[in-house]
């Protein structure tokens, strides 16, 4: 049974991935709260990513690091602190996860690590200066360290829209709002975290082994059509 790290697993995308994987792997989750969810397979260490020490672990096969922000303001609002903030939770919190479980990947099976970004690296929206700054680092670090820690570690990414979390329940927070999202989306829809849990789980799988070094959209079309 491989083991697989979560960090960020108890609330949102994490969590729907921690269920996604929870019945077929050992699932290690990470975060400052602990998942709703009791299962054999689950043990939890409760951690603040940006200032606690990560536990020590011996091998493990997956890594998937889904702290993320939503911190949409016109730039005249934005603050430095806002951009730091952003990229700390985004950039420094993945590499500091990575280089502290790197060496316990090399000795794991098929090792992965798969990071988040966000469509708003591709598509130019206001509001989003912090946020596509930060996730756009996050690109730049799965493309590097793909190259760097091939063949023995994929690195991937996947980038979603919006997506129905807590995180983005500003965004979601009415149903004029609601409807209005759905239909900037070609396919009429916006994602459940289940959705995103499911591209998580294919890309750590054994059926993904010649990808690496790619950022995969789950967007419901809104990246690359044009309706």
């Excluded at 400052?32 to 397979?41: F, I, M, S, V, Y």
């Excluded at 603050?79 to 500091?96: M, P, R, T």
């Excluded at 998580?200 to 950022?215: C, D, H, M, Y």
């Amino acid at each position: 049974m491989k083991t697989t790290v979560i960090v960020g697993g108890s609330k949102g995308i994490g969590f729907a991935i921690t269920k996604e994987l929870i019945n077929t792997q050992k699932i290690i989750v990470i975060s400052r709260t602990a998942p709703e969810l009791e299962h054999q397979n689950l043990t939890h260490f409760s951690c603040d990513i940006l200032t606690d020490n990560l536990p020590n672990l011996e091998a493990i096969d997956n890594l998937i690091y889904c702290p993320g922000s939503i911190n949409l303001k016109p730039i005249g609002r934005l603050s430095i602190e806002d951009f730091k903030e952003d990229f700390e939770i985004n950039v420094i919190g993945a590499v500091k996860t990575i280089k502290h479980y790197l060496t316990a990947l090399k000795k794991g099976q098929q090792p992965t690590i798969l990071l988040f970004s966000t469509v708003a690296t591709k598509l130019g929206m206001p509001y989003h200066a912090s946020i596509a700054t930060a996730k756009a680092g996050v690109e730049g670090l799965v493309k590097s360290l793909g190259a760097e820690l091939a063949p023995t570690i994929r690195v991937n990414a996947i980038a979603p829209t919006v997506t129905d979390t807590d995180l983005a329940a500003k965004l979601l927070r009415n149903e004029k709002m609601i409807e209005n999202i759905k239909e900037r989306h070609p396919l009429k829809r916006f994602l459940d975290p289940t959705d995103v849990a499911h591209m998580a789980s294919f890309l750590i799988s054994e059926k993904t082994q010649s990808i690496s070094g790619q950022i995969m959209e789950v967007d419901c079309g809104i990246v690359n059509f044009k309706l």
